[in-house]
DNA sequence: TCTATAATTCGAAATATGTCGAATTATAGA
DNA sequence: TCTATAATTCGACATATTTCGAATTATAGA
């Protein structure tokens, strides 16, 4: 892939966005399936579970598959787009693969349209 | 069209949007030149304008296609795209039509990530 | 090492989006 | 009314995105 852009390691920082980047963050949101996944990632409890607020909630690929009605593969597409936006971390733990939200990238949102 | 879907009048309220709507919205502005022409309205001065800050910037269609280098059907047509999503307010006035951002749209933006 | 589970990559198909030029509509002014 | 300007609609085409199932990779445990 020649134009591969990822905004996993460009961002965050304290400098704001560009054009291309923030294309890239609204892209990865504009899907109902990904925009369901980061507010899944984002409410930091689920139902009838504990939650320590000083943790990033973070949930395992197999958890989101669960609650989603898509088949794996697309999932792993979703995410990877998530993942590649900097909207979210991934880090494998075992066979498993853990995902919470970039609270930077949250945190760089958040400013955006206050300015 | 079947499932033609508008935010221009059923968004803003003090309800915040749900996800259907926060898709379109994010959707309108996933694109190179959608960004850019929100921003150009956002922003409230033109270089080498007075700027009454009071006032909403407001920018004619033929004004924004002088800054952006595509056919002025390909304007017409994101313009739409922003106006369906409830993002900016379009108003024709004599042979001229006028568009300017949804304030109301920008709040509840800002609220989005801030909750 | 072999097996089962978790997740990803790959290739193909269907759908959606971005773009243009030509034709059309809306308006102001001669 | 006729003409020129501003903008939109329409139809066509190219490109991008979404989705799936099949095959593959990564890992833990027997």
Do not use: W
């Amino acid at each position: 892939m020649s134009n591969y852009r990822s905004n996993e390691q460009t961002l965050p920082t304290n400098i704001p966005p560009d054009n291309f980047q923030l294309v890239d963050i609204f892209k990865a949101l504009a899907n109902n399936h990904r925009l369901k996944i980061y507010n899944i990632l984002t409410r930091c409890c689920t139902p009838g579970t504990q939650c320590d607020s000083n943790d990033v909630f973070s949930c395992c690929v197999g958890e989101l598959d669960s609650q989603l009605d898509i088949a794996p593969s697309t999932l792993s597409h979703h995410l990877k787009e998530l993942n590649r936006a900097g909207l979210i971390h991934m880090k494998r733990d075992g066979k498993q693969v853990f995902c919470s939200v970039n609270t930077d990238m949250m945190k760089t949102l958040q400013h955006l349209f206050t300015e």
